[in-house]
Nanobody, 130 residues
Framework: QVQVLESGGGLVQAGGSLRLSCAAS????????MGWFRQAPGKEREFVAA????????YYTDSVKGRFTISRDNAKNTVYLQMSSLRPEDTAVYYC???????????????????????WGQGTQVTVSS
């Protein structure tokens, strides 16, 4: 069983920045693909960003490219999402998820949908005011 815990959400003005953190348990964290998703009120959960097991490959949905950066520190079992130039439309609950079966999978399609992930955190609220 893998436990996932997000932190770092909050209220920020448009144009501001936030860094989300995601701590995951498990001795094989370094073999997991990790992803961030978000869900705004009345909308479906959507893919935001993902990173492969080594950190050597990252993937982003188009709306956050150039503004968000995903990274990981395998020594700390932690994944980060640095969010800059935030917009009101980025307001959502942000979820971190772990994918245990992606060690041999490469490419965007390995990470872009919620059903491809095995473990989820409870989410952290990000609110961007205009």
């Amino acid at each position: 069983q893998v436990q996932v815990l997000e932190s770092g959400g909050g209220l920020v003005q448009a144009g501001g920045s936030l860094r989300l953190s995601c701590a995951a348990s498990g001795r094989t964290f370094s073999r997991y693909g990790m992803g961030w998703f978000r869900q705004a009120p009345g909308k479906e959960r959507e893919f935001v960003a993902a990173i492969n097991w080594s950190g050597g490959s990252t993937y982003y949905t188009d709306s956050v490219k150039g503004r968000f950066t995903i990274s990981r520190d395998n020594a700390k079992n932690t994944v980060y999402l640095q969010m800059s130039s935030l917009r009101p439309e980025d307001t959502a609950v942000y979820y971190c998820a772990a994918q245990t079966g992606s060690y041999f999978c490469s490419g965007y399609a390995c990470y872009d949908a919620a059903f491809k992930y095995d473990y989820w955190g409870q989410g952290t609220q990000v609110t961007v005011s205009s």
